[in-house]
């Protein structure tokens, strides 16, 4: 089992932050271009909802289209959520979204459990391929939401 782990301040409420994330229209907003993320599913709510399924084509390598599906399992609004995958690219995944009130706006926190699939050929491809690709989509995402709502 694998961790990713990144935080990020933002200058704005907690019910905005909320209000934002828990949009699952949002995920194309701050998801880089070049992972060719498409929405599969045939209507998104404005909010999650625990059971919530989200399926989408993303193209992480390559240009190669892969099926992800997630359910939203556990939410306590405006504080956190998680998101699993139910089929798709990993063998686990698991990730939990943490936001906190501070004196400066908002710490957003992620939490990401992973596993490839492929036993140790697929544990080959973390340190070499998935951990830097993680770390340049949550730079993105960090630079997005930036943009958005401007830096601390």
Known sequence: MREFHCQQQLPVSLEKAWAFLSDPRNLKVITPPSMGFEVTSSALPENIYPGLIISYRVRPLF???????????????????????RFGPYAFWHHKHFLRETERGVEMEDLVHFKMPGGKAGDLLVPLIVLPKLRRIFEFRREKLETLFGSP
């Open 63 to 85: 240009g190669v289209p892969l099926n992800w599906v997630t359910e939203i399992t556990h939410i306590n609004e405006p504080f956190y959520f998680v998101d699993e995958q």
